[in-house]
């Protein structure tokens, strides 16, 4: 059984950066795709950020899009989320995961396609 375990977050004002860390102990993820997800108070989780098991492709959602940069070191087991020109908006408790599926991108804006999870870390943004 992996376990997942984020770090990284704090209170930052607007404009500013956070890079969050998701390391992952217990076998190895470098088969798995990996993701971040993040959700605000009252609202449901959603999909942050995606990065194939090699880390050659990376996904984005609208709303961090050229803010936001994935990355992994498999090396390390571990997965990282370089947020910069951060907003209030993004003001939200981030987790990480790993796809169920060995080299699989299915469904990897889903939260249901990840089995794997971290216990999450909370970004907050000042206006």
């Known amino acids: 059984q992996v376990q997942l375990v984020e770090s990284g977050g704090g209170l930052v004002q607007a404009g500013g950066s956070l890079r969050l860390s998701c390391a992952a102990s217990?076998?190895?993820?470098?088969?798995?795709?990996m993701g971040w997800f993040r959700q605000a108070p009252g609202k449901e989780r959603e999909f942050v950020s995606a990065?194939?098991?090699?880390?050659?492709?990376?996904y984005y959602a609208d709303s961090v899009k050229g803010r936001f940069t994935i990355s992994r070191d498999n090396a390390k087991n571990t997965m990282y989320l370089q947020m910069n020109t951060l907003k209030p908006e993004d003001t939200a408790v981030y987790y990480c995961?790993?796809?169920?599926?060995?080299?699989?991108?299915?469904?990897?804006?889903?939260?249901?396609?990840?089995?794997?999870w971290g216990q999450g870390t909370q970004v907050t943004v000042s206006s």
């Open positions: 995961a790993a796809h169920a599926q060995y080299y699989s991108l299915t469904s990897y804006q889903s939260d249901r396609a990840y089995d794997n």
């Open positions: 217990g076998r190895t993820l470098s088969q798995h795709a």
């Open positions: 990065i194939t098991w090699g880390g050659g492709n990376t």
